[in-house]
């Protein structure tokens, strides 16, 4: 989830009190969250996701940002903030901060996430829609970096996302099937079958649960992997079974 301010879009800090109450309806027990601030102001960030997890303890923990913008802010806030107070991961957002994934700037993320055991979640987007910027964030350039760095726990957010390139995301994950490379489902992605098609070509174990909210309905995803033709274990493993296992919680 996304609480907060996000620049020059809808979601604003009104509806931030309600993220937890509305997703808990559905029956959630945890959340992960990315502070919308965190992605270009990283002390602000910071301070508003320790904030957002101390004011709903035992339910939301929280990702850091890395901006390679920002390399050795982003590499002190990691070192000093990781493993404590509810933090369990990174995000990356390549579209954001317009730097591509293979940009040399993120190997110090590659580094200290080896190093520190960190599972790092990455924006990834179809490379060829209308949105220019969403080329820094093709998913397939995530291949090189797992060939390079083997030892790494990648995250491609919104599983490459959009039409004919999810098939392109299949075909390199197969190819990778033995590096830590796994997708979520959250976001405005979703087409009939999709939840079948990735879980018979990579796997399950390989899949994780996402909302995105407030940026889509969590209801969405939702009933997308309950009404899945998928097995009652496949859909243990999306839910929370891959998290747990992945985030240590």
Not at 3 to 24: H, I, M, Q, T, W
Not at 153 to 179: E, P, T
Request: charged letters at 25%.
């Amino acid at each position: 989830m996304h609480p907060g301010k996000y620049v020059s879009s809808f979601v604003n800090s009104d509806f931030e009190a309600r993220l937890c109450n509305e997703v808990k309806k559905l029956n959630f027990v945890k959340v992960i969250v990315i502070h919308n601030s965190f992605f270009f102001e990283p002390d602000k960030g910071l301070r508003l996701t320790l904030d957002f997890i101390r004011s709903n303890p035992g339910f939301a923990s929280g990702y850091l940002v890395y901006n390679p913008h920002y390399i050795e802010k982003s590499v002190n806030i990691i070192k000093d903030n990781f493993g404590r107070n509810g933090i369990v991961g990174v995000k990356m957002h390549p579209e954001d901060h317009r730097c591509y994934i293979t940009d040399e700037k993120y190997e110090p993320l590659w580094k200290i996430a080896i190093e520190k055991n960190i599972p790092v979640l990455s924006h990834t987007w179809n490379p060829d829609v209308a949105s220019s910027s969403q080329k820094y964030a093709d998913a397939l350039l995530f291949e090189s970096i797992a060939k390079k760095y083997p030892g790494l726990k990648v995250i491609l957010g919104h599983a490459g996302a959009k039409d004919y390139y999810y098939y392109k995301v299949i075909k390199m994950l197969k190819k990778n099937i033995d590096k830590n490379i796994f997708i979520d489902i959250a976001g405005d992605i979703f087409y009939r079958g999709m939840v079948e098609l990735f879980v018979s070509e990579i796997g399950s174990e390989k899949i994780l649960f996402g909302s995105d909210s407030p940026w889509t309905d969590p209801l969405l995803t939702l009933l997308s992997v309950l009404r899945a033709n998928i097995s009652k274990k496949d859909k243990q493993n999306i839910f929370y079974n891959n998290a747990a296992d992945l985030f240590n919680l």
